[in-house]
């Protein structure tokens, strides 16, 4: 489990009175949208604001994987010169020598836990507005599993 998923496994999100993987709650009298329970964790959103922010989320996401394969590119780059200061200046940047990751290999690094966070926040959210179900997650899951294509993933066809 990451540490996006723990973190998030606490919080739930209401949309109009509707937590994120239950059903709705009844609505107060006189109408309008079902209670928030208290005493959990979460965030009860409008069903605009929930899509506004889930819009602004999935924009996110979305940079965060342009930025992952440039991030990835740095992590292979080499050395300018095979002199004992490029070679220590690149060590430093790319890792290698005893000094691990190096600064681009950090830096991938938080690029792909930001992705992990975010691929959850936005699973979550869709989760709550009703755009998914535990029956898509589950199926998804199990596809992965198995090879097939998921998100962010082009392995093809299940061999």
């Known amino acids: 489990m990451t540490a996006a ?3 998030l496994s606490d919080v739930t999100f209401w949309v109009d009175g509707v937590p994120s993987g239950g059903s709705a709650l009844p609505p107060p009298p006189g109408g ?3 209670v928030v329970p208290t005493g959990g964790q979460g965030f ?3 069903r605009e604001d ?3 922010a889930l819009r602004d989320f999935q924009d996110i996401l979305d940079e965060l994987v342009r930025m992952e394969a440039q991030a990835g ?3 292979v ?3 300018a010169a095979e002199d004992p200061a490029s070679r220590t200046f690149h060590e430093i940047l790319v890792g290698g020598g005893g000094q691990g990751l190096g600064v681009f290999g950090d830096g991938y690094e938080h690029v792909q836990k930001e992705i992990a ?3 959850v926040l936005v699973a979550r959210l869709k989760k709550a507005l009703g755009y998914v179900t535990d029956a898509d997650e ?3 899951a199990h596809i992965g599993a198995a090879g097939g294509a998921v998100a962010r993933d082009d392995r093809g066809y299940l061999e």
């Open 5 to 7: 998923h723990g973190w």
């Open 32 to 34: 309008g949208a079902g």
């Open 44 to 46: 009860s959103l409008s």
């Open 50 to 52: 929930a899509e506004a």
């Open 73 to 75: 590119a740095l992590t």
């Open 77 to 79: 780059l080499r050395s």
């Open 117 to 119: 966070f975010f691929e």
């Open 138 to 140: 589950d199926a998804e």
